[in-house]
């Protein structure tokens, strides 16, 4: 499969690239948290505290807006705390970048490189597109743009979803994530589905689209209800990339969750001109686990965390 992938970039022209796994930067996203390790080599007296990347988008913006063009790698990624059935606290990320395009765009590219790499090995029934107010209308009979947390909660607590403790202090995307995850994907059935304009505080690193109400220029797919990928109309604003980076600081603060430094070298990428593009960041296991019908991430994973 990854030949296969290797194969359709190297035909489309998107360069693979390869970028450091440590960094002195960390993920400000409250829902991600980052391996931290001590480096006490030279330059480094008292010891420097260095991050697992969660994701390569970083360093990949920062090649972007060097004049890479398009490019793709392939890594394992890390995230602490996350282990379950189709979460493993080391994975394989494939993760694209293409210059010139928009969110729609990248979806049909992922369409048809899930096409051609599955070619022969599974099939996909069909493709659905849904706007992600028009999904929660749909299958929780609520409006994710004008809800309440407590409406949220007792709709979870009608379906007899597991509350995770500490939500009672969550934000609103926090219960709009719960239920997507126990209410939602579990009916959206078999095929490839694109979800896409999230709410703009949802939007991570996305772009804003105007309208009534705003929305966030992001997708997510899912392939036989299972969340599979996540993809931006790339934020090039480095005065409202660093007003996020703010707010998810201070939405740490407020979870009780630690302080990390933000990657300054991507805000003066981001300054110095980032290229109109759009990203998108892939699972692979959780690819694999669908094609072979498993049912945890461990049975594709040659040593997974217990076994690591």
């Known amino acids: 499969m990854l030949a296969r992938v290797r194969a359709y970039f190297e035909r489309e022209g998107v360069l693979e690239v390869d970028t450091p796994a440590l960094s002195r930067a960390a993920t400000t996203a409250p829902h991600l948290e980052s391996f931290t390790c001590l480096y006490h080599g030279p330059g480094a007296q008292h010891g420097r505290t260095l991050y697992l990347h969660t994701s390569p988008e970083f360093p990949m913006k920062r090649l972007l807006a060097a004049g890479s063009g398009s490019i793709y790698q392939v890594c394992k990624v890390f995230r602490d705390g996350e282990y379950g ?4 606290p080391e994975f394989t990320l494939l ?4 210059t010139g395009c928009d969110h729609l765009d ?4 992922v369409t048809r490189l899930l096409t051609e790499i599955l070619d022969g090995i599974f099939r996909i029934r069909a493709t659905y597109h849904w706007r992600y107010r028009d999904l929660f209308r749909e299958f929780a009979q609520v409006d994710p743009f004008n809800t309440t947390s407590q409406e949220l909660r007792t709709l979870l607590e009608s379906r007899h979803a597991v509350i995770p403790i500490g939500m009672q202090g969550s934000d609103l995307d926090g219960w709009l994530d719960l239920v997507m995850s126990h209410v939602i994907e579990p009916r959206l059935g078999a095929g490839l589905i694109f979800v896409r304009d999230y709410p703009v505080t949802q939007a991570a690193l996305a772009r804003l689209r105007p309208g009534n109400p705003p929305v ?9 209800g299972v969340e599979l990928a996540n993809g931006f109309h790339e934020l090039s604003d480095a005065d409202e990339q660093r007003r996020r980076f703010e707010y998810e600081a201070r939405m740490r603060a407020h979870l009780g969750l630690p302080a990390v430094p933000v990657d300054e070298r991507l805000q003066a990428a981001l300054a110095a001109g980032l290229p109109d593009c759009a990203g998108v960041a892939l699972g692979v ?4 686990m669908i094609v072979t019908g498993a049912n945890a991430m461990a049975d594709v994973t040659s040593f997974d965390f217990d076994s690591a």
């Open 285 to 288: 296991e959780r690819l694999m």
């Open 106 to 109: 990248l979806m049909n590219d």
């Open 216 to 224: 966030a220029s992001r997708f997510e797919a899912y392939l036989n």
């Open 85 to 88: 059935p189709r979460h493993n």
């Open 95 to 98: 993760e694209w970048y293409r």
